[in-house]
């Protein structure tokens, strides 16, 4: 046989046992280095604070002037023009372009809350319960002003899509903590209580690994049916027989690799050892059978809606447990342009408990410390109001220019607010956190210099925080 006949047919083969993989095997892409009990990944530049990472993102944008940005003068604003020394000229949507900008001050009341008097909205009575170990940054601002694009920049560090996604980057800097599950796991909630309007897709770059090895991207469990998808044996197929089918392809696949030295066959190999693995480790991970009623009740009635915020946060805390590096949930439904009074009451619904809950759970364990948790959107909303403008109605456009997220565990200082914006939480006037500095802090809590973790692709050394330079927020330090 000719070589050039040879090397067509491999190629053939290969692309056969390639797309043969898909499903439960492509969706794990080999977290683990044949043969080892863990991937080690790079040597942290410095003791770290955390070992995992919970991102609690409110897609959406939340609105911070009603959630955690008090201003209890606004009111006296109420219905008045948006004073052109605040807006400066900003640039603003295409939706309120050219329109003139009225101030609707929030309806909700605050009130302080915790050891240091923190004010907190009445719409989260929960979170102000654990408010001490909160640390509220109230002046995150980022680039971008449409949704795709700022949500693309806060999970990957740039507007453009293509680049690694945070948990990428952690699990290709500091590898695996566990062999039988992915380092980087991801739960969309499949519903959610604030209206079905301006909802935005959810793309998997927002946790793929982009020019990173393929093996770090993120693993999304599905809400209904296999929690991944192929999970489950097809009938007649016991898992001894599964075992045995396994245990030929890869010896295929080993024949393979030594005709071809190709290294991704090894990581064909790898991912289908993992996907074997998950079969037995994903049914007990989502098994909540014997979780306590008393766990149960802390998150929330709807901790029993498989799909819901609160049960993800709960499989979230299990995945803690079961030594997964970071965990990301994702809930839509917070795009409140129209009707917000009413929409927000919803969101809040949703995660005020569960998130309050995951806190708390997390420390009656012994796992706050160790695990960092953060929270927050794209970027926020404008002071001025949008569509039917009342008292008790009014919606709010995008702000990139500020916006609240919090952080709490993980070697973070509790009990406290950072950062200042003007009296219309409009601009920041005291400590800026750009979304790359955000995102800098959490590298740096897991030991990690975010100048130093860089990765070469198209001829620059790509890193999570781009190359204009990002700083740690040292200021929420514990």
Known sequence: MSPTVQWQQLQTRRRFLKWSAMGLGSSVLGHLIHGQETSRGLPTHHTPRAKRVIFLFMAGAPSQLDLFDYKPDLHKQFNQPLPPSVSNGQRVTAMTRGKEQIVAPSMFQFTPKGKNGIFMCELLPHLSEVVDDLCIIKSTHTDAINHDPAKTMFCTGSQIPGKASLGSWLSYGLGSLNRNL???????SAFWTGGTGNVQALYSRL???GFLPSKHQGVSLQPEGDPVLFLSNPQGVSREVRGQMLDLVTALNQEHLKELGDPEIQ???????MAFRMQASVPELTDMSQEPEHVLTMYGPEVHKTGSFARNCLLARRMIERDVRFVQLFHRGWDHHVGLPKKIRGQAYDVDQPASALIKDLKLRGLLDETLVVFGGEFGRT???QGKIERDQYGRDHHPRCFTTWMAGG????????????DFSYNIVQDPVHVNDFNATILHQL??????????FQGLDQRLTGVEGAKVVKGILS
Do not use: C, K
């Open 182 to 188: 992915p380092d980087f796991m991801v739960l969309n």
């Open 383 to 385: 002071t001025f109001g």
């Open 207 to 209: 946790w793929g690994s």
């Open 411 to 422: 070697g973070i200082r509790g009990g406290m607010t950072y950062g200042q914006t003007d």
């Open 447 to 456: 030991g990690i210099d975010h100048q130093r973790l860089s990765f070469p």
């Open 267 to 273: 990581t064909t190999i790898a991912q289908q050892e």
